[in-house]
């Protein structure tokens, strides 16, 4: 018998805004249009961390909800990095607060396509790739910096027309490299591995939607991702990272964007968007304990505003540190009763702490 994840017990407590870190000490950080706020008691209480400044249409758009989907101007993602700085991923670039500082500056502007979907965090090192449509005859790049994201400069260098744009770079913390996670069609899909030094990429696979993902759980032998297609059946697959060989472990929904772990708790999430292979209108979540037996925690139906202006259904999952919490945290986006607000899930575990949202 499956061992329990979510418990009963504990009822879900939600707070308006966006899932964006769950720190190693227990801090969770949420995002409310262009501000960041702080939970240091678990959800019960928040504060306001930092802020991207913004004036005018650009203030009033991130106040509205409808407003601040269709043009996507928010706070996407959010890093706090060893230095006590934070890094977030806005509309027109990636910001940057020193430690004790709230008002963020903006340390890299994008130039083509949109923002990066995310970037990820080694040490004093920030990677992240490039994004977008029109980048397909481009050499793309991933761009990287080494102090803590007060500047940014070229990293790697795809070929010309190689790939469409980069989904993620994602640190593996038991080899030292970085699983390069890229799309989207035909022989551009594909997961490589990229050398420590930048210099030299590795592809385990590509040329199918497997091989296409956003986001990926890295286990000591193997990736499991949620495969991202709009054009076939999506799974949660395991690939081996010595062999290259893939395995379907459950076939879901809906394409895959999000993917975390809280303490030993694997999470992946799916999103609703056009497939003629999935039909279905579920955001669901998925919770593993092993990386292997997925079960279903959570379903949320997308809403009746166009996918197209209004973002795609997604159950949206914070970056985590390698803490063992006794919850779940997790936002919807465009979905019925959840979107732009943050869910707090007590978790079955032996010391049965209680986590309440504000």
């Not at 919850?327 to 978790?347: H, T």
Request: hydrophobic letters at 35%.
């Amino acid at each position: 018998m499956a061992r329990p994840i979510i418990d009963n017990q504990k009822h879900v407590t939600t707070t308006s805004g966006r899932a964006l870190f769950s720190a190693a000490n227990g801090d969770l950080y949420i995002g409310r249009g262009c501000q960041v706020f702080r939970s240091q008691d678990q959800g019960l209480t928040w504060q306001r961390d930092c802020y991207v400044p913004s004036f005018g249409w650009k203030h009033h758009c991130s106040k509205f909800r409808v407003l601040a989907r269709l043009l996507r101007w928010y706070i996407a993602a959010l890093h706090v990095l060893p230095d006590g700085s934070r890094l977030a991923v806005a509309r027109d670039g990636i910001y940057r607060a020193a430690a004790g500082e709230q008002a963020m500056t903006r340390v890299f502007s994008i130039q083509r396509g949109s923002r990066p979907l995310n970037f990820s965090v080694d040490g004093s090192r920030v990677l992240f790739g490039e994004y977008g449509s029109g980048l397909e005859e481009c050499e793309v790049m991933i761009y990287v910096s080494e102090d803590c994201g007060r500047t940014f400069h070229e990293g790697f260098r795809f070929p010309k027309g190689d790939i469409r744009h980069v989904h993620h770079v994602k640190v593996d913390p038991f080899e030292g490299n970085y699983w390069v996670l890229v799309g989207d069609f035909g022989r551009q899909t594909g997961v490589g591995v990229l050398s420590r030094d930048l210099k030299h990429l590795e592809w385990l696979g590509r040329g199918t939607q497997r091989y296409r993902a956003v986001s990926a759980l890295i286990e000591p032998d193997c990736l499991v991702y949620g495969t991202d297609s709009d054009r076939d059946y999506n799974f949660i697959v395991r690939l081996d990272k010595k062999s290259g060989r893939l395995d379907e472990l459950m076939e879901v929904e809906g394409s895959s964007l999000y993917s975390a772990r809280f303490g030993d708790l694997r999470v992946i999430s799916t999103a609703v968007e056009p497939n003629p292979y999935c039909r279905s209108r579920d955001c669901t979540l998925y919770g593993s304990w092993n990386g292997g037996n997925w079960q279903r925690l959570a379903s949320h139906r997308k809403d009746i505003l166009s996918p197209v202006y209004f973002q795609f259904g997604a159950l949206v999952l914070p970056y985590t540190q390698g803490s063992s919490p006794s919850g779940l945290m997790y936002s919807g986006q465009a979905v019925e009763r959840l979107d732009g607000r943050v869910a707090l899930i007590g978790l079955q575990t032996e010391t049965k702490q209680i986590v309440r949202a504000a």
